[in-house]
């Protein structure tokens, strides 16, 4: 993994430089690959399998490939990469990070030697020198159709979305904005490379507007490229959080006897945060943090604030500046490591029940005393769960007596269970009000 580290480091760095478009964007096109996921999925109290098909990018002389994380995901079973060549080859799932919408896979190098491949990766271009106006080209397999190449224009270079669910009901993009071209991308496209005439890659492709035309967005390649990285030495990226959901202050200012551009709304606090044990409460603006000056005045410019938060180490203290009532006060905050409000899910055929761990953030959306039990996805007709009455959005606190700490304690039951069928009491929360419920074999 260190000579995976050194080859990254050097291709960040890397910049193609100009030249004639055909070497530059030959060896581009040789470098984009289709990938075919086959994935398991926990719902209506069971689990199956689906597939899809998405694009990627080969960005360094060991096969590792960029793409989305909403083409590639932790519950991947089997996926399998298209070269330039049409030969197919497997690959591995090396990092996830569904709040940049971006995975890292690793080809198969051991098949890649034996059968005697080959294969070429791509340089990384500057996004943040990007310009409106400036021409592009999409990459990727939209609707099954490999290698296809679309011309736009960069549309606009900071593209902010309020949608923050958009990757498999995780949150996505509270970190980045996104780079808006009119090539066109279509499903398929996902994971496939925005790149310019000399082949250098400045984005991944990621979303679209259904039914619309020419509208396109596409991760910037600075921040996909800090990403990989991360992605490489840790196989997931660690954030800070203290909880604060900003709002923009335009148009607020003189509400607030605020000079224009100084200030970020606080608008709401999550409930058991280390901001709201910190006393911050909604309404309050602030002004500083470390002692730098914040200006959350306009929707793109919160991503860049909450990234700065997401960056600071792990339980470090941060120094806030904020003004409650017309007076300034300074406020103390220790970090805490950033989880996402989704669980790990499971299905338990025998019971007919798929489930989802409840987070720590999902407690604290949802005003749960703490993060025990798992939520009900799903409940199989017929089955002992749908017989003793379990429904979709219950939580399931403890079964036979156990407390549901994690998904391994359920699993060990449910094992027992499928070996020896016998009568389990299970307690479960319907709202706030908890309810026993009985699993007959």
Request: proline share 5%; with cysteine.
């Amino acid at each position: 993994m260190r000579k995976f580290l050194g080859s990254l480091f050097c291709l960040a760095l890397a910049v193609a430089a100009p030249g004639a478009m055909s070497r530059g964007f030959n060896r581009l096109l040789d470098a984009v690959v289709r990938i075919d996921v086959r994935e398991v999925v926990f719902d209506e109290g069971t689990r199956r399998f689906t597939g899809g098909v998405g694009s990627g990018i080969i960005i360094s002389p060991e096969g590792l490939i960029l793409t989305n994380a909403h083409v590639v995901s932790p519950q991947a079973v089997e996926i399998s990469i298209t070269l330039a060549s049409l030969e197919r080859v497997g690959a591995r799932l090396v990092g996830w990070d569904h709040w940049t919408d971006l995975a890292l896979l690793q080809l198969d190098l051991g098949e890649v030697k034996k059968r005697g491949l080959k294969f070429t990766h791509a340089p990384f271009g500057d996004s943040a020198a990007l310009h409106i106006g400036q021409e592009v080209y999409a990459v990727g397999t939209p609707h099954g159709l490999t290698r296809t190449v679309t011309r736009g224009i960069i549309s606009n270079t900071g593209r902010y979305f309020e949608d923050s669910r958009g990757v498999r009901g995780y949150e996505t993009g509270s970190y980045n904005t996104w780079l808006q071209t009119d090539a066109a991308i279509n499903p398929g496209n996902s994971g496939g490379p925005l790149v310019t005439e000399d082949g250098s890659v400045i984005g991944i492709n990621a979303r679209t507007y259904i039914g619309a035309e020419n509208l396109g967005f596409a991760i910037p390649s600075d921040v996909a490229r800090r990403v990989a990285d991360q992605l490489v030495r840790h196989g997931r990226i660690i954030r800070s959080y203290i909880g604060l959901v900003p709002g923009v202050l335009q148009d607020l200012e003189k509400f607030y006897s605020l000079p224009g551009n100084t200030g970020m709304l606080i608008n709401s606090v999550d409930p058991g945060s280390p901001a709201a044990s910190a006393g911050l409460r909604p309404g309050d603006v602030l002004l500083a943090l470390n002692g730098a000056k914040v200006d959350g005045r306009f929707p793109e410019q919160l991503p860049p604030i909450q990234d700065q938060i997401a960056r600071l180490p792990v339980g470090s203290k941060v120094a806030l500046r904020v003004l409650r009532g017309g007076q300034p006060l300074d406020v103390n905050v220790v970090t805490e490591q950033l989880e996402s409000h989704v669980g790990e899910e499971w299905a338990f055929e025998k019971w007919g029940l798929s489930v989802r761990k409840v987070s720590r953030a999902y407690a604290r959306e949802n005003q749960l005393a703490d993060s025990t039990g798992v939520i009900v996805l799903g409940v199989q007709p017929g089955y002992v769960a749908a017989e003793a009455g379990l429904g979709r959005g219950d939580i399931i606190t403890k079964v036979a007596g156990q407390t549901i700490a994690d998904l391994a304690t359920l699993r060990k039951i449910h094992d027992a269970y499928a070996a020896h069928p016998e009568t389990l009491l299970v307690d479960a929360q319907r709202g706030h009000r908890i309810s026993f419920y009985v699993f007959k074999p």
